[in-house]
C-alpha cells in the first residue's frame, strides 16, 4: 500500500505546477475563471487560452479510504452503493471493481485484493465521491 501511495507522490511530483507560470511573448493574463483557472490572451479579440488542469492533482485531492475490508463488510471503495463515481468524464458512474457492484465484500472479493497487494500491484484507494 505505501509502494502504491508513493508511486501516485512520484507521479503528482512529476506533474506538479510551477511556482510562478511563465507567459508566452504576447500574452495577456485576463484573470481567472470561477473554478480558479487562469485565462490569457493571444492576442485583443482572437483567442483565450486556458491552462490545462493536472488530472494527478485532482486524483491526489480525491478522499482515500481508510476502512478496514471485512468479509460480508460494507465495500469501502463504492461505500456500500455498488457504483464507483469518484471519475469525471465517461467514467461518471460505473459498476464498483472491488465489489462487483455488490455493495458487500465477499471471500472472492478479498482473496483478489490480498492477491494484488501481494503482488504489488496498483490498487486503487479513492473513495467513491
Not at 475490508?69 to 460505473?94: I, S, V
Not at 478479498?110 to 500491484?121: H, I, N, Q, V
Request: glycine letters at 10%; a positive charge.
Amino acid at each position: 500500500m505505501s509502494t502504491s501511495l508513493t508511486r501516485l507522490a512520484a507521479i503528482a511530483e512529476q506533474f506538479a505546477e510551477p511556482a510562478a507560470p511563465s507567459i508566452p511573448k504576447g500574452w495577456t493574463h485576463i484573470g481567472t475563471d470561477h473554478r480558479g483557472k487562469p485565462h490569457y490572451r493571444t492576442a485583443p479579440g482572437i483567442a483565450v487560452v486556458t491552462r490545462p488542469r493536472n488530472p494527478v492533482a485532482d486524483l491526489m485531492a480525491l478522499p482515500r479510504e481508510k476502512a478496514e475490508h471485512n468479509e460480508g463488510g460494507t465495500c469501502p471503495h463504492c461505500l456500500g452503493r455498488g457504483r464507483y463515481t469518484a471519475h469525471r468524464g465517461h467514467f461518471g458512474n460505473e459498476k464498483c471493481f472491488r465489489c462487483d457492484g455488490k455493495g458487500i465484500l465477499d471471500r472472492k472479493d478479498l482473496a483478489f485484493l490480498k492477491r494484488r497487494m501481494e503482488a504489488d500491484e496498483p490498487i486503487c484507494l479513492v473513495v467513491s465521491a
